[in-house]
């Protein structure tokens, strides 16, 4: 199986890499399984789907994983679960079968893209039920997100200030997590997994704590990271998703 990083390996700043819709279709054509990840913690599957379409990539529902998709299945195997969202619109709606305030008070806290809601009376109701016994789910914590108009700040700015206040770490649903790669991979073994992405903080850390193979693109954050990071060494570095489909072995 091959897990496909979403920004920043196959779309860069809201446009597709070149190439990249191409290297989709070779993998699949070679007979690889081939399934997106991503930390995108601000839209419904069905709509990150359109959205990868529209630009051209291959992609249908059911070969995505997202933070989102993870805290549904995980809420949904937790008998009794009451969660408090600190998310946007679309995130709630993913989660409303679980949203339940007159039931009693939160058991879970879910942190995610917050942009368009971020309130102070939000932030702090996330904070008091963390510090009451709420469990604190983060769907990610990046640093920044990359966008067509610059850099922007990200999921784990708002984790952190929870995290700092009620005294109490998160519970990572998204990447760099082993529970989120291991869901992704839907039960495939390392040693036949390939991981691919832009982001030697998570994508490339979580493969070789996985055991899997590793592959690095010079696409995304790569340019900043190299900069100012020392980071793990990758299984592979290639310049682009488009180099992809050379490298792989038949499966």
Not at 124 to 142: I, T
Not at 164 to 182: C, H, M
Request: with cysteine.
């Amino acid at each position: 199986m091959v897990l496909l990083d979403l920004d920043g390996t196959l779309i860069e700043r809201g446009q597709p890499v070149p190439g990249a819709a191409r290297a989709v279709v070779e993998l699949r054509r070679a007979g690889h399984t081939v399934r997106i990840f991503t930390n995108t913690d601000s839209q419904s599957e069905a709509t990150l789907v359109d959205r990868i379409r529209r630009l051209g990539i291959p992609v249908a529902l059911g070969e995505i994983f997202t933070p989102v998709i993870a805290a549904r299945e995980i809420l949904a195997a937790t008998p009794g679960s009451r969660v408090l969202v600190l998310a946007d619109r679309a995130v709630r709606d993913e989660l409303a079968a679980h949203r339940s305030p007159d039931a009693g008070p939160p058991t879970h806290v879910v942190v995610g893209d917050c942009r368009e809601t971020l309130s102070y009376p939000a932030l702090d109701a996330a904070f008091r039920a963390v510090r009451a016994g709420a469990e604190l789910l983060a769907l990610q914590r990046g640093r920044y997100f990359r966008a067509a108009d610059g850099d922007h700040v990200d999921t784990g700015a708002i984790v952190a200030a929870i995290e700092f206040a009620a005294g109490k770490p998160a519970r990572v649903l998204g990447k760099p997590s082993q529970d989120f790669l291991r869901l992704a991979a839907q039960s495939a073994p390392a040693d036949l997994l390939w991981v691919v992405g832009d982001d030697g903080t998570t994508d490339i850390p979580m493969a070789i704590t996985a055991g899997a193979t590793s592959v690095q693109v010079r696409t995304g954050k790569y340019l900043d990271q190299q900069a100012t990071e020392a980071l793990p060494r990758p299984t592979h570095t290639i310049n682009s998703i488009a180099d992809l489909p050379a490298l792989l072995p038949p499966p």
